[in-house]
């Protein structure tokens, strides 16, 4: 049981490149999520996914786009990256917003923007 | 913006000490919840409490919520070196959580 997977785990782009961090979740969850977290700071929303076929934006969207491509896979694509996103990123997934569940982790993508 | 906030923002404690760490929070939550981090490592769940709940217990772990102070505290007894690791409170509020900036706790052995 893998629980929640992300790809990759590290990769250093220059500034202007783009790519995608990807996440996928065995657990048949609705809800699925992506955090920035940085130094001395919690974590940080990015955009979520409710469930299968919508995504809103969190706190912190600017520069990012997501993709919910079926219930178990979100993505999150960089579409020029900058220095200011240099960050560790964590996918999560959630059975069911509504409910008492704690959210489930993948280990993360180490992310260097030079 | 952040809500929740943990004080201390370090705690370096002996091996079989308890650690207390804290979880102050600003607007009304449907729930805490604990989480772990391991060095290098995503975030593991730990334990909920309901806002309607005063105190619960998972293992070594108590958990205690005060809605009035909006605060809340985690317990670790008889702490390990398998304990070092950050800790970090999370509300939930509507359909979102909303976390703090983490306690990193060492255990010295």
């Known amino acids: 049981n893998a629980g929640v997977t992300q790809t990759p785990k590290f990769q250093v782009l220059k500034t202007g490149q783009s790519m995608t961090l990807q996440c996928a979740q065995d657990?048949?969850?609705?809800?699925m999520y992506w955090y920035r977290q940085d130094p001395g700071m919690g974590l940080r929303l990015i955009y979520y996914?409710?469930?299968?076929?919508?995504?809103d934006k969190g706190e912190v969207p600017n520069g990012y786009n997501v993709s919910r491509l079926n219930k178990r896979e979100f993505s999150l694509r960089l579409e020029s990256a900058a220095p200011s996103q240099t960050s560790v990123y964590f996918c999560?997934?959630?059975?069911?917003?509504?409910?008492?569940?704690?959210?489930?982790f993948g280990d993360g993508t180490r992310l260097s923007i030079l | 913006s952040q809500q929740g906030e943990e004080d201390p923002q370090a705690l370096s404690i002996q091996e079989g000490e308890n650690a207390t760490m804290n979880c102050s929070y600003k607007t009304s939550i449907n729930n805490l919840q604990w989480y772990r981090q391991n060095s290098g490592r995503g975030l593991v769940h730990l334990i909920l409490?309901?806002?309607n709940e005063r105190e619960k217990h998972s293992g070594r772990l108590r958990v205690t919520l005060d809605t009035s102070k909006k605060s809340s505290s985690l317990l670790i007894t008889a702490s390990r070196a398998a304990d070092t690791a950050s800790y970090f409170c999370a509300t939930r509020s509507n359909y979102q959580l909303i976390w703090g900036a983490g306690t990193k706790l060492i255990i010295k052995p």
């Open positions: 996914s409710a469930s299968e076929g919508t995504t």
């Open positions: 999560a997934s959630l059975r069911d917003r509504a409910g008492d569940q704690p959210q489930h």
């Open positions: 657990m048949n969850h609705n809800s």
């Open positions: 409490i309901r806002s």
